[in-house]
């Protein structure tokens, strides 16, 4: 139980462009969901976190309007990263926690990754 | 600012040795650590503690939690080259959502 499905795993697109990212619970309704972003041998930053039906809430220095976060359900959130450059580059992380049971909420479930490149 | 740290940053053993790898934390409103593990991919989750002084155990995986010390270990026996991987520590805090605040990882090896 409490699997998190990412998609695309990964992607490349040429700067300008915009990405979109999904995270989906497969087994459980999320309360909560959350973006991180990985740079190379470093720790999870957070970026921000997403509650169903409502606006997220971004980390300082996380610029809102180029992270675009949509929590459309209890099973899905959005990460769109707008008009990407190069230095946008990084691996992607999502996590979710459970709604009811399979542990306590403190436990975020986190989802396979999506490695951004930006050309 | 809330802060995680752990140490060593980077630690290599020899199949079947014991590690153990630190995590001391300086935050407002703590509300549990955890332990995850991250090969290549994403973390999974190994313990949950929130309670000084219980100890929690996976197999060869333990762990617990100093509430008076701030700190908390993972102890791993009998390492085997699966166990490489980095070991992330995170600390839950009490605000509207459930936030985790990381330390930066501990990169572990096992040499055969």
């Known amino acids: 139980g409490a699997v998190v499905s990412q998609h695309p795993s990964w992607v490349i697109c040429k700067s300008g462009t915009s990405v979109k990212i999904e995270c989906r619970s497969l087994?459980?309704?999320?309360?909560?969901m959350f973006w991180y972003r990985q740079f190379p041998k470093q720790s999870l930053m957070l970026m921000a976190t997403?509650?169903?039906?409502?606006?997220?809430t971004y980390e300082q220095g996380v610029e809102k309007d180029k992270f675009l976060i949509n929590h459309a359900s209890l099973t899905l959130s959005t990460l769109t990263v707008t008009s990407a450059h190069p230095e946008d580059s990084s691996f992607y992380i999502c996590?979710?926690?459970?709604?009811w049971g399979s542990g306590s909420t403190d436990t975020q479930y986190f989802g396979p990754g999506t490695r951004l490149t930006v050309l | 600012e809330d802060k995680v740290v752990q140490s060593p940053l980077s630690l290599v053993v020899h199949e079947g040795d014991t590690v153990t790898l630190n995590c001391s934390y300086e935050?407002?409103?703590?509300?549990?650590l955890l332990w995850y593990k991250q090969e290549k991919k994403a973390p999974t989750f190994l313990f949950m503690l929130?309670?000084?002084?219980i100890e929690k155990k996976s197999g060869r995986l333990s762990s617990i939690l100093d509430k008076k010390e701030l700190s908390s270990i993972l102890n791993i026996t009998a390492t085997q080259t699966g166990d490489s991987a980095i070991y992330l520590c995170?600390?839950?805090?009490?605000?509207?959502?459930?936030?985790?605040?990381f330390g930066q990882g501990t990169r572990l090896t096992i040499n055969p």
């Open positions: 996590s979710a926690t459970p709604r």
């Open positions: 935050v407002t409103n703590f509300r549990s």
């Open positions: 929130t309670s000084s002084g």
């Open positions: 995170a600390v839950a805090l009490f605000q509207g959502a459930q936030k985790l605040v």
């Open positions: 087994d459980f309704q999320a309360t909560t």
């Open positions: 997403s509650n169903e039906g409502s606006k997220a």
